[in-house]
């Protein structure tokens, strides 16, 4: 009986040490996650903010282009109304 008691105390033991070290695990794997969730709202903002930049720029060759045709139209000589237009 006392042995079996002893095995019993043992079992319970080396339980409460399985347990001790899950619970440090845990933690470790909770901290990584959360690391890992400010990576990527992280890489989410930077990704957001290089849409927007492309964004800006295809505007801004786009306003650039229009410009530069405007320009050239006012170099090039009136039209001839006879010529049908």
Do not use: C, W
């Not at 849409?51 to 786009?62: D, F, I, K, P």
Request: hydrophobic share 40%.
């Amino acid at each position: 009986m006392l042995k079996q008691i002893l095995t019993y105390v043992q079992q319970v033991i080396r339980l409460r040490s399985d347990v001790d070290k899950l619970q440090a695990e845990i933690k470790e794997v909770r901290a990584d996650v959360l690391a890992l969730a400010r990576e990527v709202r992280r890489l989410k903002y930077e990704r957001q903010h290089d849409r927007e930049a492309a964004a800006h720029e295809r505007e801004n060759l786009a306003l650039r282009l229009e410009n530069t045709l405007l320009r050239f139209e006012r170099r090039l000589p009136p039209g001839n109304p006879a010529d049908g237009v």
